[in-house]
DNA sequence: AGTTTGCACAACCACATGGTTGTGCAAGCG
DNA sequence: CGCTTGCACAACCATGTGGTTGTGCAAACT
């Protein structure tokens, strides 16, 4: 029905769900530990993992009845092609990755930004 | 409202506003041209670029009577920000700033895992 | 002047999204 | 065995989204 990146991207959009990934770079984790910092139900955390999984930005084992989630890597690599090619198009800057690192690491330092 | 993040991710998450961005990166256009090539009309485009400026991903000129479209370049540095952060992280590469990364995160799974 | 061009605003529509409550069910524990 | 735990499914609701048609209006063309 909808192509993959916009699938990716639409999952990317929610500051709850970048929490969830966040959360699970740290680590595997049970929808229960994944609901508890929000204030929301445990389904609608269900429904937001349910995103995920559709975008394959995530995976799911059936371990007895907890379903712990596993980050997907791979599926960000379509997405941070697309932003690359075009982040350097429309920069015309042919940036060394020096350069990029840098940026990344001034990305980095001033965190603390939108990820709730 | 809504942060800047969630903003320009949901904008990118339509592959109509892709390729307007795409079109847009060999050069400004105006709002026909950028109509021209898709199945929909004018109003509908006019509506996506409206979603785009407030994503802050494009700019428009007020230039007699028609108004030009033209990438606003920076916002995609967040994003990309955001990406290359977590595919990073996720994926384990191999150069400084991942060693760095890795270490973070290696650092932080060590607690949690048991309790919450 | 009158017409055409380029665009935006408004109302409307169908469907998606993000949340809720209520419920059910399989696995583990007393 | 019965209770609790961990999770998902269903129905519902409010709001957002992506499209349409209809209209209006300012600038440019003739």
Do not use: Y
């Amino acid at each position: 029905m909808e192509d993959e990146l916009s699938l990716v991207f639409s999952a990317l959009a929610d500051p709850t769900r970048r929490a969830i990934l966040e959360r699970l770079a740290h680590g595997d984790a049970t929808v229960n530990q994944l609901a508890e910092p929000f204030a929301m139900t445990q389904q609608a955390v269900s429904k937001h993992l349910k995103v995920l999984e559709r975008a394959r930005l995530i995976s799911r084992t059936r371990t007895a009845q907890s379903r712990p989630c596993v980050l997907d890597t791979e599926r960000l690599d379509a997405v941070a092609g697309w932003i690359e090619r075009h982040r350097r198009i429309w920069a015309g800057r042919h940036d060394r990755l020096d350069q990029h690192l840098a940026a990344l690491q001034a990305a980095q330092r001033r965190d603390g930004e939108t990820t709730r």
